[in-house]
């Protein structure tokens, strides 16, 4: 019996020194993606809802996100690049896809309209609520720039002079390459 119960302490203790598991090219959760790869832990919980922002006739960008995806995990620093570029002028609306409450259907104020099943999933809404880019994936800086750069009437990239963020940490400038 004693020596039963030294094995299983010894189990139990083994298996407690095993490292943190999590990390940016797994699916394993880890807490706030924002925070921890995007650099931005600002954008969660998001400022306002969605009825909120489209009530107040403001252009919005819902990203719908699994804190424990890689793809979601590379995605974050997308939004922050967005973010300190239109954060200011847009609502943006990071979703965890597990806080929808799953119903038969949704109206157009509530995330679950919008959610195609698929993270990360990006659609921006202009002011008027209108959908003007919804797509599934890892979507690159430059096309959503451009739907925004459409939304708010300002010249195209090609046109205008070409701006450069400073980053937010040294895992921003790892993921977006900016080296």
Not at 11 to 19: F, I, Q, Y
Not at 163 to 177: A, M
Request: hydrophobic share 40%.
């Amino acid at each position: 019996m004693i020596t039963l119960l030294i094995c299983v302490v010894l189990w139990g203790m083994g298996s407690l020194n095993h490292p943190a598991w999590a990390g940016l090219t797994d699916d394993h959760f880890d807490g706030n993606i924002f925070a921890l790869y995007g650099g931005n832990g600002s954008l969660v919980p998001p400022r306002v809802t969605l009825a909120q922002s489209l009530q107040r006739a403001q252009p919005t960008l819902l990203v719908y996100y699994i804190n424990d995806s890689s793809d979601c995990k590379a995605y974050t620093t997308v939004v922050s690049q967005l973010q300190s570029y239109y954060g200011r002028a847009a609502d943006f609306i990071p979703i965890d896809v597990d806080s929808i409450p799953p119903q038969t259907s949704y109206n157009s104020s509530e995330p679950g309209y919008y959610y195609q099943g698929l993270v990360p999933q990006t659609v921006l809404l202009d002011a008027t609520g209108k959908i003007v880019f919804n797509q599934a994936g890892n979507v690159d800086f430059a096309v959503i720039d451009d739907k925004f750069r459409d939304v708010f009437n300002l010249l195209p990239r090609t046109q205008s002079l070409e701006l450069k963020p400073r980053p937010v940490n040294e895992i921003n400038v790892e993921l977006s390459g900016r080296n």
